[in-house]
């Protein structure tokens, strides 16, 4: 039985069927629809008629008080109607028994007119039980059908959510990480250079070897601390491995790793052009640009392998980096490649943790366009 607290529709269709109900008690008393005294059909028909209210409750009474106040009133509306409702809100077991109350109910007031039942009759009390029970077994199956495609939807859902969340949360870790590995070769550079200038001390040294090697200490130190600000607020999501590919940077050439995965792309066989208007970037900048058009050219190497394909890197004045991975049409298969789908989340996540903004779709053309634009550092921009 279904218990569920009914709701301000519920209870205006509850209260349309007991005002119906009544309706017909008035038809029934005035047109003296059972050969009872008057007094008789309107008592057996308010009885039956207000017992509806809680047919979703009690349907078992519904059924009930419909099936007695029918050969009484010979008001039809409270039987079917629990009926009806005895399928719909009670449980599977109880339908039989629901059968027979009713179609005894149908019965009994042609054999009080008669003293006997016509088959006629019979027949069409089967019939009216028959198709309430079918009807209210139907609304029951889709009822619960439909609860369990809600469910099945909000869970489907909330895992959603969890696997994007994991995903930004690896990419945060991965980033920090990353940082770390940074941070620690730019120490390692200042202990390098702190210990030549020790090794040296007392001796008579070139004064311009010295500014130099003062100035190397000051810029990786300088380096570091903007590495270091950019990671303070990743350092909380733990840690997790980068991948190989972006392991060894070229401090102060960006692009060489950058023109080494277009190349890559280029021998596997894929039409990749790259084109490139800016100087040497921030390595924290420059490997959210390689991550960008990495995963660009793994995008359209899955789905549409034989599209030419524009990598742009350009530098504006107002001190942003615009990043787009543009691929034509497509007449190809795509490849039968598995993907988790969380690809571009981690990477909307990077973006947005460097500052930049990243848009992702169709061209006009039918080709598809990645394009990120991420902000340089303060420092950068000065």
């Known amino acids: 039985m279904d218990l569920r607290l009914r709701g301000g529709r519920a209870q205006a269709v509850d209260a349309a069927l007991v005002i119906a109900c009544l309706g017909l008690t008035v038809l029934a008393v005035r047109g003296a629809w059972s050969p009872l005294?008057?007094?008789?059909?309107?008592?057996?028909?308010?009885?039956?008629?207000?017992?509806?209210?809680?047919?979703?409750?009690?349907?078992?009474?519904?059924?009930?008080?419909?099936?007695?106040?029918?050969?009484?009133?010979?008001?039809?509306?409270?039987?079917?109607?629990?009926?009806?409702?005895?399928?719909?809100?009670?449980?599977?077991?109880?339908?039989?028994?629901?059968?027979?109350a009713g179609w005894i109910g149908f019965a009994a007031l042609p054999f009080i007119e008669e003293g006997r039942l016509p088959f006629n009759d019979a027949a069409a009390a089967a019939v009216a039980v028959a198709f309430a029970l079918i009807l209210g077994a139907y609304t029951a199956t889709r009822r619960d059908?439909?609860?369990?495609?809600?469910?099945?939807?909000?869970?489907?859902?909330?895992?959603?959510?969890?696997?994007?969340?994991?995903?930004?949360?690896?990419?945060?870790?991965?980033?920090?990480?990353e940082m770390h590995d940074v941070l620690a070769h730019k120490v390692s550079l200042i202990a390098l250079?702190?210990?030549?200038?020790?090794?040296?001390?007392?001796?008579?040294?070139?004064?311009?070897?010295?500014?130099?090697?003062?100035?190397?200490?000051?810029?990786?130190?300088?380096?570091?601390?903007?590495?270091?600000r950019s990671v303070l607020g990743l350092l909380?999501?733990?840690?997790?491995?980068?991948?190989?590919?972006?392991?060894?940077?070229?401090?102060?050439?960006p692009f060489a790793d950058l023109t080494s995965l277009v190349a890559a792309s280029v021998r596997?066989?894929?039409s990749v052009e790259l084109q490139a208007n800016t100087g040497p970037l921030p390595l924290a900048t420059a490997r959210t640009v390689y991550r960008v058009?990495?995963?660009?050219?793994?995008?359209?190497?899955?789905?549409?392998?034989?599209?030419?394909?524009?990598?742009?890197?350009?530098?504006?004045?107002?001190?942003?980096?615009?990043?787009?991975?543009?691929?034509?049409?497509?007449?190809?298969?795509?490849?039968?490649?598995?993907?988790?789908?969380?690809?571009?989340v981690g990477l909307t996540e990077r973006v947005r943790l460097a500052g930049g903004v990243i848009h992702s779709g169709r061209t006009a053309g039918g080709g598809w366009q990645l394009r990120a634009t991420i902000p340089l550092p303060a420092e950068e921009t000065q």
Do not use: C
Not at 46 to 67: K, M, T
Not at 155 to 170: M, P, V
Not at 204 to 224: F, P, S
Not at 308 to 316: D, E, G, I, K, Q
């Open 293 to 344: 058009v990495q995963e660009g050219l793994t995008n359209v190497r899955k789905h549409a392998p034989d599209a030419a394909t524009t990598v742009s890197v350009h530098r504006a004045d107002e001190g942003t980096v615009t990043v787009t991975v543009h691929n034509g049409p497509t007449a190809g298969v795509p490849m039968d490649l598995p993907g988790s789908g969380s690809g571009l």
């Open 145 to 177: 059908l439909m609860a369990s495609w809600r469910e099945r939807a909000h869970r489907a859902e909330a895992e959603q959510l969890l696997h994007e969340e994991w995903a930004r949360s690896a990419e945060r870790t991965r980033i920090a990480r």
């Open 37 to 100: 005294p008057p007094q008789v059909i309107a008592a057996a028909g308010v009885i039956g008629s207000a017992a509806q209210w809680w047919r979703r409750r009690w349907p078992q009474v519904a059924v009930l008080a419909g099936a007695v106040a029918y050969p009484l009133s010979g008001n039809p509306g409270p039987l079917l109607v629990g009926v009806y409702s005895g399928a719909s809100y009670a449980r599977r077991r109880w339908l039989w028994l629901f059968a027979i």
């Open 236 to 253: 909380q999501a733990g840690a997790a491995p980068r991948p190989p590919d972006e392991a060894a940077f070229v401090e102060g050439e």
């Open 193 to 228: 250079h702190a210990g030549a200038l020790e090794m040296t001390a007392g001796t008579r040294l070139d004064q311009v070897n010295v500014q130099q090697q003062a100035a190397l200490i000051r810029g990786t130190a300088r380096e570091a601390m903007q590495e270091l």
């Open 268 to 270: 596997a066989g894929q």
